[in-house]
């Protein structure tokens, strides 16, 4: 069964350091979602893309984080310079043609900031 | 917000009974979703009902929604152990994205 493909499954980083997250979504999906959850916490909406652009993003996602799909494959998140908070498991998610019916997550990168 | 509230917050139950859990939202929908997710692991998608329907089944799986109320149950018939995850609701409002709840944790017992 075709899934959402994450790396790396955990990524340590200092404090003010940029991290790229990164995705392979399922391929035939047209539309892309980063989640975020801190332990034992509720799954936070971060953003939503479709065609190329932001379609949705949440208050969380501020000038620190960027997206980007670089080729066909791949869809990024980048956090510019991390902070303690941005402590969490990254979830990417894909859905097909229509939008948020049933999303696939992928199994998360968990990013620890020190 | 629309997001959605599970309640219990966590469940512990013995093999073979039946769980139920309850999610509450604010605004209308579109539809609602649950998910599931085992101890660090992704979500994965469980089932899905529409603003328009009352109730759904997949397989031991009986969703109901309440748009008069605003809330909808999660029932797990003959709960296993494999059962244990936490289970969240979804909602989705028109042209936004998908917002979860908090989760319910479920415990089964063997």
């Known amino acids: 069964e075709p899934e959402v493909t994450q790396t790396p499954s955990h990524q340590v980083t200092q404090m003010g350091q940029e991290v790229i997250l990164r995705c392979v979504p399922i391929?035939?999906?047209?539309?892309f979602y980063w989640y975020r959850q801190i332990l034992g916490q509720k799954v936070e909406f971060l953003v939503s893309f479709y065609n190329n652009e932001i379609s949705e993003k949440s208050e969380i996602f501020d000038d620190q984080f960027s997206v980007e799909r670089p080729d066909g494959s791949n869809f990024t998140l980048k956090i510019r310079s991390t902070k303690l908070e941005d402590s969490a498991m990254y979830f990417c998610a894909s859905s097909d043609g229509t939008a948020t019916e049933k999303l696939f997550f992928g199994s998360g990168t968990q990013l620890s900031v020190l | 917000s629309q997001q959605g509230e599970e309640d219990p917050q966590a469940l512990s139950i013995q093999e073979g009974e039946n769980a139920t859990m309850n999610c509450s939202y604010k605004t209308s929908i579109n539809n609602l979703q649950w998910y599931r997710q085992n101890s660090g692991r992704g979500l994965v998608h469980l089932i899905l009902?529409?603003?328009?329907?009352r109730e759904k089944h997949s397989g031991r799986l009986r969703v109901t929604l309440d748009t008069s109320k605003k809330s909808s149950s999660l029932l797990i018939t003959a709960s296993r152990a494999a059962d244990t995850a936490s289970y969240f609701c979804a909602t989705h409002q028109a042209g936004t994205a998908l917002i979860f709840g908090k989760g319910t944790t479920l415990s089964v017992s063997s």
């Open positions: 009902i529409r603003s328009n329907e």
């Open positions: 391929s035939n999906h047209l539309y």
